[in-house]
């Protein structure tokens, strides 16, 4: 018969089962300098179908984790030659962001406030050796839980609901950075802004979801025409392109390629079959001040608007 006990122990079981095939995906990096401690933990790692990548110490633990980026879990051991696991952690923590690997302590030996120690110096939980599986299973994929429910959160954070384009906070942060680094090597920064015309009438026209339709289908046709730039929605139906690595004069080309594309052919983007053309502003600076090159091009977009539309001024 069904006890309280066994019941949970079925939850436990199911739960773990669904998570299998997610772990798949999960790549943890086991660290101990002692074989058999090192293989019994990864054992337990693989028969939960995590992918697991093995160091004998702190030294190839960094060289293993600089090879593979996506290391997103690391259970290091403390006592070990050359580095032991609570310096460890200190260096992945001055190395990589905290929402980017969880750290799990593990040690035979319990000198005063090891665990203490490894919490401080930025792990996220610890364990004694030798441990419950079941436990180590727990901690294990409540870290990775924590780890992806901060990727979502980050990626939401940085993207826009209708469009699934990079969003105006997003934009700015990295444009920010790229253009210091374009400076140093004194080449232009390059920003287009972009306005869809006469937007309120495709609203009064074909609705609220006409609109909303419109611009769905505008975030992919710019995904599909600079997969390589930046492509951002900065609010309302306005868009703005940051050119990753390029001059110019391609980016006219490009943009006049676009403009003309949608001026022929942006009926066939959605279901209603709304028709619509964009005015661009396309500015050039060897600068780091995003917010000089942003008006200048907004200045050059409302030429572009006063002029009679649909066209780009540079
Ligand atoms: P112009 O050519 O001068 O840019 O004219 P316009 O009508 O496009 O510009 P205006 O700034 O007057 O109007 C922009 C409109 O965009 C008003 C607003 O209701 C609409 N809008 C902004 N965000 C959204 C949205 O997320 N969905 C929909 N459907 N409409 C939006
Ligand atoms: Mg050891
Ligand atoms: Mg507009
Ligand atoms: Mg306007
Ligand atoms: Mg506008």
């Known amino acids: 018969y069904i006890t309280k006990e066994n019941k949970q122990a079925y939850h436990y079981l199911r739960r773990q089962l669904e998570r299998l095939p997610r772990n798949e ?57 050359n580095m ?9 923590r001055r190395l990589y962001t905290d929402d980017d690997k969880a750290i799990i302590g593990i040690s035979g030996v319990e000198t005063e406030n090891l665990s203490t120690r490894f919490l401080k110096n930025g792990a996220n939980d ?20 924590m780890l992806e429910h901060i990727q979502t959160i980050r990626r939401q954070a940085n993207t826009d609901y209708l469009t699934s384009l990079p969003n105006r906070r997003y934009f700015f942060d990295t444009v920010k950075k790229s253009l210091k680094a374009r400076h140093k090597k004194e080449l232009y920064g390059l920003i287009a802004m972009i306005d869809i015309d006469h937007f309120k ?3 009064d026209k074909y ?9 769905e289908s505008i975030g992919q046709a710019f995904a599909q025409f600079f997969p390589n730039d ?15 690595d390029t001059v110019a004069d391609h980016c006219k080309e490009r943009l006049e390629c676009f403009r003309e594309y949608l001026e022929q052919s942006s009926n066939e983007l959605t279901e209603q079959r709304i028709s619509f053309t964009v ?10 001040d995003i917010e000089s ?22």
């Not at 299973?137 to 870290?143: A, G, I, K």
């Not at 492509?231 to 868009?239: D, K, Q, S, T, Y």
């Open 126 to 145: 610890y364990l004694r050796k030798p441990f419950n599986a079941e436990e180590f299973y727990c901690r294990l994929s409540q870290n990775v839980d």
């Open 230 to 244: 930046l492509v951002a929605r900065l609010g309302g139906e306005e868009f703005a392109i940051y050119f990753k």
């Open 293 to 314: 090159l942003i008006k200048q091009a907004d200045e050059r977009l409302y030429q572009a608007k006063a002029s009679g539309r649909n066209r780009l001024v540079h």
């Open 84 to 92: 032991r696991g609570e310096e460890l952690c200190i260096e992945i």
């Open 207 to 215: 609705g609220h979801e006409g609109g909303d339709a419109v611009l």
């Open 279 to 288: 005015s661009m502003g396309l500015a050039a600076q060897v600068t780091t």
């Open 201 to 203: 009438q495709v609203n």
């Open 25 to 81: 995906n999960v790549r943890v990096l086991v660290v101990d300098d002692s074989i058999s401690s090192r293989h019994y933990v990864s054992a337990l790692l693989t028969r939960h179908k995590y992918q697991v990548l093995e160091a004998c110490d702190g030294i190839e633990a960094l060289a293993v984790l600089k090879d593979n980026p996506d290391i997103s879990v690391i259970i290091t051991d403390n006592e070990m030659p």
